[in-house]
């Protein structure tokens, strides 16, 4: 998107009408169904964003994760399904959320960047928010990985929604982004790739969520989908049902535990939340 160069407000409204004229084919692993935003959708993503734009202009920094609860994965013990690196002054837009989605109907994947708006329109269970802020020198190297070739480099256009965590086949939204935190943490003069990534998150100790899907609802709950891929995991895994992926909870909980959390803000039903750990 062009580079808009207007008060906050008229950018959001701008970006309003934009997402009011386009319907989504790209998602977060959410079910692939092309239909148009209503208009209390759109007003309650304009408001989100204001909130979420007004937060990340409190904090001097490049750079911050932004989760949305998009899909209702409570069944399995999560709260936010999606995140995404909001960067301060791209090319689109003051805060442009840079994040992975997938192709509808289809197994591939992109890297996409959105407004805010856009960010939080994508047909979401509601408008609760979670924003990380990164510690100064963390944020500054993911910056230097998302605006060069390492955003690619860690990126697999194959997309698997429960993708193994250490999977070198496939890739979903969360594992893109740990990847991309994780080769930013290399030395300096490692050249990055997506296998390097995954060598960082075992050195640095990262530890998967782990999701239970019985055989029986793999088979009757219509889960068989060009962007499903239960093979990715061993077969004890898919015999047991148990998943071992990355997920929101995962990533959060693994920066808390390096130290590399600077901030963090969220707002659940609307108000802001105490933070006492992942969700």
């Known amino acids: 998107m062009t580079r808009i160069a207007q008060s906050p407000g008229r950018r959001l409204l701008v970006t309003l009408l ?19 935003i209503s208009p209390r959708q759109l007003a309650a993503a304009a408001a989100a964003a204001e909130r ?11 750079v911050a994760l932004v989760a949305r609860h998009g899909q209702d994965l409570s069944k399995y013990g999560l709260y936010y399904s999606h ?17 992975l989605l997938n192709a509808c109907g289809t197994d591939r994947a992109g890297l996409f960047a959105q407004g805010l708006v856009n960010f939080h329109a994508d047909d979401l269970v509601d408008q609760d928010t979670r924003i990380v802020w990164l510690q100064p020198a963390l944020a500054r190297r993911v910056v230097a990985i998302l605006d060069g070739p390492g955003a690619k480099a ?18 979903n939204s969360t594992a893109w982004a740990l990847d991309v935190l994780a080769a930013a943490q290399l030395p300096g ?22 999701i239970h899907i019985p055989y029986s609802r793999r088979v009757l709950g219509g889960l068989f989908s060009a962007n499903t891929v239960f093979t990715d995991h061993p077969l004890s895994a ?31 039903g609307g108000s802001p939340q105490a933070t006492p750990g992942p969700a």
């Not at 995140?83 to 994040?99: I, K, M, N, S, Y």
């Not at 860690?154 to 890739?171: C, E, G, K, L």
Request: net charge neutral; charged share 25%; proline share 4%.
């Open 83 to 99: 995140v995404g690196f909001a960067l301060r002054d791209r090319p689109e837009g003051r805060w442009t959320v840079v994040h």
């Open 154 to 171: 860690v990126f697999n256009p194959h997309y698997n929604v429960i993708a193994r965590y250490d999977s070198p086949h496939w890739q």
């Open 238 to 268: 898919r015999l047991a049902g148990e998943y071992r992926v990355v997920t929101v909870r995962a990533i959060l909980r693994w920066l808390d535990a390096i130290g590399a959390t600077q901030r963090v803000r969220e707002w659940r």
């Open 18 to 36: 934009l997402a009011a004229t386009f319907a989504t084919t790209a998602h977060a692993g959410t079910a692939c169904t092309r239909h148009e």
């Open 189 to 210: 003069d490692q050249d990055i790739d997506r296998r390097r990534a995954q060598a960082e998150e075992a050195a640095l100790g990262f530890v998967p969520d782990t």
């Open 52 to 62: 979420t734009y007004a937060a990340l202009e409190q904090v001097d920094t490049p």
